[in-house]
């Protein structure tokens, strides 16, 4: 089946800790996004990629950093620098840059 | 830059039709709308897309104003599966999509 996968469902990290979080995609989809969501808000894009090996910043990328080096794949690190990192974690992907999202399920994070 | 404003909460009776505005006075003309869901705790799920014409698939309809300023999400026999968060998002110039907070559904049984 395709789709998008996101692990671990929950993840928890010590302050100073950097942590990368895993998005992969089979749905051959040239576009990935991270986004981040705090309780009872909506969603922030963090960063973006249109293609391999190329990806801008969104609109809170400070703290964040990520690579893409494969087209299924668009891992996310949290830096030690990211002053709230505690937040839940959307990445999606879609076929061209802003065409329908498709939304993985989500990496809750927890730093303590 | 486009917004959108959105209710942050509507009820809807179980079997009736969900109808969630959302207004986007600044709409530019190559902007589309798209509407999303997000069930609580998953991540959001793509529902619909237009530009000036209505639209209809399986999910939903959306109805858009003769001058784009505003449009209609409609889930035509609302299931209480159908509780959830829907976000109203257009394009902005700088080539981001913005997720407000939404509409926050309730279907009462």
């Known amino acids: 089946d395709g789709g998008i996968t996101q692990s671990p469902k929950y993840l928890f990290r010590k302050e100073g800790q950097n942590v990368t979080l895993s998005c992969e995609q089979n749905?051959?989809?040239?576009?990935m996004y991270w986004y981040r969501q705090d309780p009872g808000q909506g969603l922030r894009l963090i960063y973006y990629s249109q293609i391999v090996n190329d990806f801008q910043k969104g609109d809170i990328a400070e703290g964040y950093s990520v690579s893409r080096e494969k087209k299924e794949s668009f891992p996310l690190t949290v830096t030690s620098a990211q002053k709230n990192p505690t937040a839940f974690y959307l990445c999606a992907s879609s076929r061209g840059f802003l065409l329908e999202q498709y939304f993985g399920p989500g990496t809750r994070l927890t730093v303590t | 830059d486009a917004k959108t404003t959105q209710p942050p909460s509507m009820d809807c009776a179980e079997g009736r039709a969900a109808n969630l505005p959302c207004n986007h006075s600044t709409i530019s003309g190559n902007e589309y709308v798209y509407w999303y869901r997000q069930i609580h705790s998953q991540g959001p799920q793509y529902i619909i897309h237009?530009?000036?014409n209505n639209e209809t698939n399986e999910m939903a309809s959306l109805i858009i104003t003769e001058d784009r300023k505003s449009s209609t999400l409609i889930l035509p026999h609302a299931t209480l599966r159908d509780t959830a968060v829907y976000y109203c998002?257009?394009?902005?110039?700088?080539?981001?999509?913005?997720f407000g907070k939404g509409t926050r559904l309730h279907i009462l049984p």
């Open positions: 749905l051959n989809h040239d576009a």
């Open positions: 998002i257009v394009r902005n110039r700088d080539d981001k999509i913005i």
């Open positions: 237009g530009l000036k």
